[in-house]
Protein backbone atom coordinates (compact mmCIF):
# COMPACT_ATOMS: atom_id res chain seq x y z
CA UNK A 1 0.00 0.00 0.00
CA UNK A 2 1.56 3.48 -0.84
CA UNK A 3 0.88 6.38 0.81
CA UNK A 4 1.87 10.12 -0.42
CA UNK A 5 2.16 11.30 3.20
CA UNK A 6 4.79 9.03 3.94
CA UNK A 7 6.47 9.16 0.54
CA UNK A 8 6.90 13.28 1.19
CA UNK A 9 8.40 13.00 4.45
CA UNK A 10 10.26 10.30 3.46
CA UNK A 11 11.30 12.85 0.76
CA UNK A 12 11.72 15.80 3.17
CA UNK A 13 14.42 13.78 5.33
CA UNK A 14 16.38 12.83 2.32
CA UNK A 15 16.32 16.79 0.89
CA UNK A 16 17.32 17.71 4.49
CA UNK A 17 20.19 14.83 4.74
CA UNK A 18 21.45 15.40 1.23
CA UNK A 19 22.18 19.47 2.06
CA UNK A 20 23.89 18.41 5.34
CA UNK A 21 26.80 20.79 4.43
CA UNK A 22 24.47 23.38 4.04
CA UNK A 23 22.94 23.60 7.96
CA UNK A 24 24.86 26.07 10.36
CA UNK A 25 24.11 22.27 13.01
CA UNK A 26 25.67 18.96 12.61
CA UNK A 27 22.97 16.12 12.82
CA UNK A 28 21.23 13.37 10.60
CA UNK A 29 17.39 13.53 9.81
CA UNK A 30 15.39 10.38 10.48
CA UNK A 31 11.58 9.40 10.01
CA UNK A 32 9.83 8.11 13.09
CA UNK A 33 5.57 8.17 12.69
CA UNK A 34 5.71 8.99 16.55
CA UNK A 35 8.72 10.98 17.56
CA UNK A 36 10.40 9.81 20.89
CA UNK A 37 13.71 10.70 21.85
CA UNK A 38 14.93 8.88 24.79
CA UNK A 39 16.33 11.38 27.95
CA UNK A 40 19.82 9.90 27.55
CA UNK A 41 20.01 10.73 24.05
CA UNK A 42 18.77 14.37 24.14
CA UNK A 43 22.64 15.52 24.63
CA UNK A 44 22.78 15.40 20.81
CA UNK A 45 20.94 17.19 18.06
CA UNK A 46 17.49 15.12 16.62
CA UNK A 47 16.01 16.49 13.82
CA UNK A 48 12.82 13.86 13.28
CA UNK A 49 10.51 14.28 10.05
CA UNK A 50 6.80 12.70 11.38
CA UNK A 51 3.78 12.70 9.28
CA UNK A 52 1.04 15.26 10.32
CA UNK A 53 -1.78 15.06 8.06
CA UNK A 54 -3.54 14.89 4.83
CA UNK A 55 -6.27 17.45 3.22
CA UNK A 56 -7.74 15.91 -0.57
CA UNK A 57 -9.89 18.07 -2.60
CA UNK A 58 -11.21 17.45 -5.93
CA UNK A 59 -10.53 20.02 -8.48
CA UNK A 60 -11.71 18.55 -11.65
CA UNK A 61 -13.51 15.41 -12.85
CA UNK A 62 -9.72 13.72 -13.02
CA UNK A 63 -7.59 15.60 -10.51
CA UNK A 64 -7.35 15.26 -7.04
CA UNK A 65 -5.87 18.16 -4.78
CA UNK A 66 -3.74 17.25 -2.37
CA UNK A 67 -2.51 19.13 1.12
CA UNK A 68 -0.20 17.35 3.05
CA UNK A 69 2.10 18.74 6.22
CA UNK A 70 4.38 17.08 7.95
CA UNK A 71 6.66 18.13 11.44
CA UNK A 72 9.96 18.19 11.22
CA UNK A 73 11.09 17.77 14.93
CA UNK A 74 13.93 19.64 16.54
CA UNK A 75 15.30 18.69 20.20
CA UNK A 76 18.39 18.97 22.06
CA UNK A 77 19.00 18.89 25.86
CA UNK A 78 20.37 22.24 27.14
CA UNK A 79 23.60 22.08 29.39
CA UNK A 80 22.38 25.53 30.94
CA UNK A 81 19.20 27.69 31.41
CA UNK A 82 20.75 30.98 29.00
CA UNK A 83 19.47 31.77 25.93
CA UNK A 84 23.00 31.12 24.12
CA UNK A 85 22.34 27.78 23.55
CA UNK A 86 18.51 27.83 22.90
CA UNK A 87 19.12 30.51 20.75
CA UNK A 88 21.37 29.06 17.99
CA UNK A 89 18.62 25.71 17.56
CA UNK A 90 15.74 28.98 17.49
CA UNK A 91 18.03 29.61 14.23
CA UNK A 92 18.55 26.42 12.67
CA UNK A 93 14.52 26.04 12.89
CA UNK A 94 14.48 29.31 11.36
CA UNK A 95 16.66 27.69 8.60
CA UNK A 96 14.58 25.01 8.05
CA UNK A 97 11.54 26.75 7.30
CA UNK A 98 13.50 29.21 5.05
CA UNK A 99 14.97 26.65 3.01
CA UNK A 100 11.79 24.91 2.07
CA UNK A 101 9.07 28.12 2.67
CA UNK A 102 10.37 29.60 -0.82
CA UNK A 103 8.23 27.27 -2.83
CA UNK A 104 11.13 24.78 -2.97
CA UNK A 105 10.59 21.37 -4.92
CA UNK A 106 11.29 17.98 -3.35
CA UNK A 107 14.33 16.34 -5.24
CA UNK A 108 12.77 13.36 -5.41
CA UNK A 109 9.58 13.38 -5.25
CA UNK A 110 8.81 16.09 -7.97
CA UNK A 111 5.78 18.21 -7.76
CA UNK A 112 5.52 19.08 -4.63
CA UNK A 113 6.12 22.03 -3.89
CA UNK A 114 6.51 23.53 -0.48
CA UNK A 115 3.59 26.36 -0.66
CA UNK A 116 4.09 27.18 3.58
CA UNK A 117 6.19 26.48 6.48
CA UNK A 118 5.56 27.53 9.68
CA UNK A 119 8.34 27.29 12.96
CA UNK A 120 7.33 27.65 16.88
CA UNK A 121 5.34 25.90 19.38
CA UNK A 122 2.18 25.70 17.71
CA UNK A 123 1.76 22.33 17.42
CA UNK A 124 1.48 19.43 20.24
CA UNK A 125 5.02 18.16 20.09
CA UNK A 126 5.95 21.74 21.83
CA UNK A 127 5.45 21.21 25.55
CA UNK A 128 7.00 23.54 27.61
CA UNK A 129 6.81 22.32 31.02
CA UNK A 130 8.73 18.76 29.78
CA UNK A 131 10.53 20.73 27.78
CA UNK A 132 11.81 22.45 30.93
CA UNK A 133 11.91 19.55 32.74
CA UNK A 134 14.57 17.66 30.97
CA UNK A 135 16.28 20.71 30.42
CA UNK A 136 15.98 20.67 26.79
CA UNK A 137 14.63 22.42 23.72
CA UNK A 138 12.18 21.22 21.35
CA UNK A 139 10.75 23.12 18.43
CA UNK A 140 9.06 22.12 15.07
CA UNK A 141 8.71 22.78 11.56
CA UNK A 142 5.47 22.62 10.09
CA UNK A 143 5.90 22.19 6.13
CA UNK A 144 3.03 22.08 3.73
CA UNK A 145 2.78 20.53 0.45
CA UNK A 146 0.81 20.61 -2.64
CA UNK A 147 0.24 17.46 -4.82
CA UNK A 148 -2.12 17.22 -7.89
CA UNK A 149 -2.68 14.19 -8.56
CA UNK A 150 -4.95 12.45 -11.14
CA UNK A 151 -7.50 10.20 -10.03
Not at 55 to 60: L, P
Not at 67 to 96: C, H, M, P, R
Amino acid sequence: MSSTLIDICDAVVEEINANAATWSQSFRAIRMNVPQVKREEIENLHVIVSPKSIKKTRVTRAAIQKSLDVYVYIQKGLKGSTNNESDSLIAFGEEVSDYFSNGRSLSIYAGAPCVAAEFGDSTPFFDKTAANDAQAYAGVVVLSFEVLESV
